[in-house]
């Protein structure tokens, strides 16, 4: 939006040439999230308290979580407000890959919302049954994913089109050819990391904390892939028009900060459900565009880490009737251990910190 407008100006004021620069659009879609989520912050929490939207602990979890009930949840629209904001503000709104990210935060947030509302608002317990749940991130996942793929250039000779392939990361010349399996792992990406965020969601500032510092790298891959001579000279894919997803991602980073605000330890606020499935979907959703799919799963180690002790508790006690963990997800289990609360947010997010290293690592190692 206020790019079209500084074309227009920018033949009267030259310094509006400055809008057209990616980097200069990212850092104040960032500020601007930010301080739309420091300014609405207060208010919306008064909103949601007055409401009664207030949190639902469980009674065999950690003791210390009692102190949590009644604490306002579905903080996660703050999140999203800001962010949606912010990219229709700054970025290019003739991208497809702009409205195909803001099409799945808005579509994976609005399944969060209605099973928050049902189990907060309207007091059902149940909220939004699990196989309904699944099935609307299936279909929502399904036609991004087909979207994409539809939209793509296909190839006609032997080498990959980037935009369907599957890179390898540490290697240049790694290329898998997908063709429409690239439908199959765009899906499980996007629906699988919605989860991800959402089992990891379970202390306070745990999982926004992780979302900021993937979000940002995100960004540094979304602005080099779009730029054919940075892409070449890494070896990374060269995706034309995905360097507006930076600002996408300054967006998100900006809104997650200003959340942590009042997420931090004591929380005021919790993001639920409606703030959890939306940010892990577009984080999946921006990685698929820029092709790297591995990468997300490297820097989102915690998310995974988190995931993976559920499936593995799950089995095992299915299979053998026995737990491997004290409480899953992950972080219940240290807390079990005795860990006070914020050491293992704390020390989850120095394990994001090195993960995220490590998979901006990967852009000069190949």
């Known amino acids: 939006m206020l790019l079209e407008l500084a074309d227009w100006m920018a033949r009267h004021f030259t310094a509006l040439h400055l809008f057209q620069y990616i980097t200069f659009r990212t850092i104040m879609a960032a500020l601007t999230a ?14 949601l308290a007055a409401l009664k939207a207030g949190q639902v602990v469980r009674k065999d979890g950690p003791q210390s979580h009692l102190s949590k009930a009644g604490t306002p949840t579905m903080g996660g629209v703050m999140i999203l407000l800001a962010v949606a904001i912010s990219t229709l503000l700054w970025t290019d709104l003739h991208n497809r890959y702009v409205w195909t990210v803001l099409a799945v ?54 080498a990959p089109v980037p935009e369907t392939a599957l890179f390898v990361p540490l290697f240049k010349q790694v290329a898998v050819p997908l063709g429409l399996f690239f439908v199959v792992i765009a899906y499980f ?20 904390m992780p979302t900021v510092l993937v979000s940002g790298a995100l960004g540094v891959f979304a602005y080099l892939a779009g730029n054919r001579v940075f892409s070449e000279y890494l070896g990374i894919p060269p995706i034309p028009g995905a360097g507006e997803l930076a600002i996408v991602c300054g967006a998100l ?9 009042f997420n ?26 820029v092709r790297q799919e591995i990468v997300l799963i490297v820097m989102g180690g915690v998310f995974v880490m988190e995931t993976v002790s559920v499936m593995l ?16 997800p992950i972080h219940h ?21 090195v993960l995220v290293l490590v998979g901006l690592a990967t852009l000069k190692v190949r």
Not at 190 to 200: D, H, K, R, W, Y
Request: hydrophobic content about 55%.
């Open 34 to 47: 930010l301080a739309l989520s420091l300014l609405f912050g207060p208010r919306m929490i008064n909103e």
């Open 189 to 208: 990406m996007i629906v699988g990391f919605s989860n991800a965020v959402n089992l990891t969601d379970g202390l306070d500032g745990l999982a926004i």
């Open 333 to 353: 289990h240290f807390e079990l251990k005795g860990w006070p609360e914020p050491r293992v947010i704390v020390r989850f997010w120095i394990i994001s910190v």
């Open 264 to 289: 931090t330890y004591p929380a005021q606020v919790f993001m639920g459900d409606v703030g959890a499935l939306a940010i892990g979907a577009a984080l999946a959703t921006v990685a698929v565009i």
């Open 253 to 261: 980073s900006g809104a997650g900060l200003g959340f942590l605000w």
């Open 313 to 328: 508790q799950v089995a095992s006690f299915k299979l053998t009737g026995r737990r491997i963990f004290r409480m899953a």
């Open 105 to 158: 935060l808005v579509c994976f947030g609005a399944i969060g919302f209605y099973d928050d509302y049902k189990k907060l608002v309207l007091r059902d317990s149940r909220g939004l049954a699990s196989r309904w749940k699944y099935f609307w991130q299936s279909v929502f996942g399904l036609a991004a994913a087909l979207f994409l793929y539809h939209t793509a250039p296909h190839a006609t000779g032997l």
